[in-house]
């Protein structure tokens, strides 16, 4: 697999990356010996940038992803985000980007992966009550201390993203972006391309919308977090599962899956960008990574925007939208 420079510190990761959130969280239920099979088997394929953070699972995908990489460390760039708090019973806390915890965080992400350095290390949300120099500043002494390569942001305003970049190198801009969230387009892409900063769509299947595998409400598990997602309730899915049937038509012609399509057009946004499509499962993993093989003329992606325009999709992100953007 070819692979692409994440900012101008020096990181080089997969062009495609591996969301590990799902083996252990948010979308039905997990399957521990798939999921490392699944990572083992990404790595044979050249997919090594692996994302996780400490909330996925209250901290059990950490220990997951660091049971698979356990005797091939040397194999992995590994990316792992703070911020978003939950308790023992994995209830939702709140956002915390306080210098102190900074470092209780990594030291805790640390033990729990079972390794002695995290190659790029998130801020998972902004904490509006924690100037963003204080948090850059910590993670910034989490780098001298070599606990952390590189440091990102996820889901961060421009505004902020240019004050943290100023206290210390920005390496990567983690945001959902995809054919229904294309709202980076606007400013955020701008920005980080101005700054020299790397840029990761996650959820870049619009969690598993754009797959075309996704017929209706009742095809998630009751556990399924998408359920309670404003994009996958009442008349916003019957809106939205026209966008994808129009990909699913182009996608057809090309003789790809319309979830190979919606990676290859990410793909086909720039050099700095790398998608991290998330999967617990051997046989999507094997179709994901066989997008990087597809080649779009421009006239393909004019269609493709034509079919998926911005703002095309029908209802938030989240159910609760102040977390993000800040």
């Known amino acids: 697999m070819k692979t692409r420079k994440l900012g101008n510190q020096g990181l ?72 978003i708090e939950r308790g023992e019973d994995s209830s939702f806390r709140g956002i915390n980007g306080s210098p102190e915890y900074v470092h209780q965080a990594c030291d805790a992400s640390l033990q729990r992966l079972g390794i002695d350095y995290i190659d790029l290390y998130y801020l998972h949300r902004v904490d ?45 801009l983690q945001t959902e972006y995809s054919l229904w969230s294309r ?16 840029f990761v769509p996650y959820s870049p299947l619009g969690r598993g919308f754009l797959s075309g595998k996704i017929a209706s409400p009742d095809d998630f598990a009751d556990d399924d977090y998408r359920r309670n997602m404003p994009r996958f309730q009442g008349e916003n899915f019957d809106k939205n599962l026209q966008v994808v049937e129009r990909v699913k038509e182009i996608a057809a012609e090309k003789g790809v899956t319309p979830g190979q399509l919606a990676i290859a057009w990410l793909l086909a946004q720039g050099e700095d960008i790398v998608p991290i499509p998330g999967t617990k499962r051997r046989s999507y993993l094997e179709e994901n ?28 992100r989240y159910p609760d939208m102040s977390t993000v953007n800040r």
């Not at 590990?20 to 997990?30: D, P």
């Not at 994302?51 to 091939?72: C, F, P, Q």
């Not at 993670?139 to 421009?158: C, D, F, H, N, T």
């Not at 997008?291 to 006239?299: E, F, R, Y």
């Open 12 to 83: 080089t990761v997969s062009e495609l990356g591996l969301g590990c959130m799902g083996m252990s969280e948010f979308y039905g239920t997990g399957d521990e010996a798939e999921s490392i099979a699944t990572i083992h088997r990404a790595l044979e394929l050249g997919v090594t940038f692996l994302d996780t953070a400490d909330m996925y699972g209250s901290g059990a995908n950490e220990r997951l992803v660091g049971k698979a990489i356990k005797d091939r460390r040397d194999r992995v760039i590994l990316a792992t985000k703070f911020g």
């Open 128 to 172: 509006p009550k924690v100037p963003i120099e204080d948090t850059i500043g910590a993670m910034a002494e989490l780098v001298q201390q070599g606990k952390v390569r590189y440091i990102g942001l996820s889901e961060a305003a421009p505004a902020t993203i240019r004050r943290a970049h100023a206290a210390h190198p920005i390496t990567a």
């Open 183 to 198: 709202d980076p387009e606007d400013e955020i892409l701008p920005t980080v391309r101005e700054l020299g900063i790397g």
């Open 289 to 316: 990574v066989a997008a990087t093989d597809i080649s779009l003329t421009p006239a393909e992606c004019d269609r493709i925007d034509e079919a998926a325009p911005k703002s095309i999709a029908a209802g938030n």
